[in-house]
Each structure stands twice: as C-alpha cells, then as structure tokens.
C-alpha cells in the first residue's frame, strides 16, 4: 500500500554546526531516522568507557510525542557500540543539541569518525497521564508474578 501525502509529516530541524546532518532514513520502510556524529576529531571508545557525541543538531518535536534514541543493531551486534542508557529521551520542549551516550559492551576498541551514523531517532506518540495513588490495584491473572514468572 502506498503512503498518502497527508500520513508523511514534516520534522523541523535546526543544524548547531556546518558540518552537522539532518537525520535521514535509509529506506522508505525504516522506523528511525539515522543519526550522525557531528565531530571535530575521531573518538577512540575502549572497552567498558562511556562517551558523550554530538549530533551539531536540535529538533523541534511536536506536542504529544517524543524522540527515542536507539542502538543501531550493526554498531551492536558487530562492535558492541550501544547507547549507555538503553534508550535516550528527547522530551517534546527540549530545544538543545541532540547528544548520543554511546558504551562500548564489546572486546575491542572503536572509533568513531564525524559523520558515522550513531544512533536511530524514532518519533512516537506519547500519552499524558497524571498520577494518582490508590489503595489497592485491580487483580490480573499474573498478579506479582515478576521476572521469569511466565515461562523462559
């Protein structure tokens, strides 16, 4: 099925440096855009260190969703290159450069040029909810089963 012109919705974006680019997918069909390094100088990350790098870019996210940074599974099923807090959040009135927390999981050392794709930015709807403290919570089949508590 193709896409219709109204379901393709345009992101504003805003280069923090000349050499900066703007987050691209690498198909029609991809969930996230590609983010790049935004770099002065390649960033050596040894095994078990954690870095910081910039993207040289900010978004303006919509009202109603959010930017969720992901690990590019080649980076990590290869390298061991994987964002050091799981998944990054970019709150919809953030307006500062998008940075990438990136860990080294893996063996050897990995440079990191400006330019390499880093990461993968996903847009998604996000609910407001307000929290409210109850007695006592409904029953569910599970109930406080936990980890491991369903199976393998």
Do not use: H
């Not at 345009?10 to 690498?26: E, H, M």
């Not at 960033?43 to 790098?53: F, M, W």
């Not at 930017?67 to 799981?86: E, P, Q």
């Not at 063996?107 to 930015?121: P, V």
């Amino acid at each position: 099925m193709e896409k219709k012109s109204q379901d393709i919705k345009s992101l504003n974006f805003v280069k923090l440096s000349q050499k900066a680019q703007i987050p691209q997918k690498a198909t029609s069909g991809a969930a996230g855009m590609d983010l790049y390094a935004c770099i002065d100088e390649d960033i050596e990350i040894q095994p078990s260190n954690l870095v910081k790098i910039p993207c040289g870019i900010a978004v303006e996210i919509p009202d109603g969703y959010g930017a969720f940074l992901f690990a590019r599974s080649g980076l990590a099923v290869k390298y061991g290159i994987t964002l050091s807090n799981g998944v990054g959040v970019v709150d919809s009135d953030y307006r500062g450069e998008i940075c990438v927390g990136l860990c080294n999981v893996g063996s050897q050392a990995y440079t990191i040029k400006n330019g390499d794709r880093i990461a993968q930015l996903v847009i998604l709807k996000t609910e407001n909810f307000v929290p409210v403290e109850v007695n006592k919570l409904n029953e569910t089949q599970r109930g406080t089963g936990g980890f491991g508590s369903t199976g393998k």
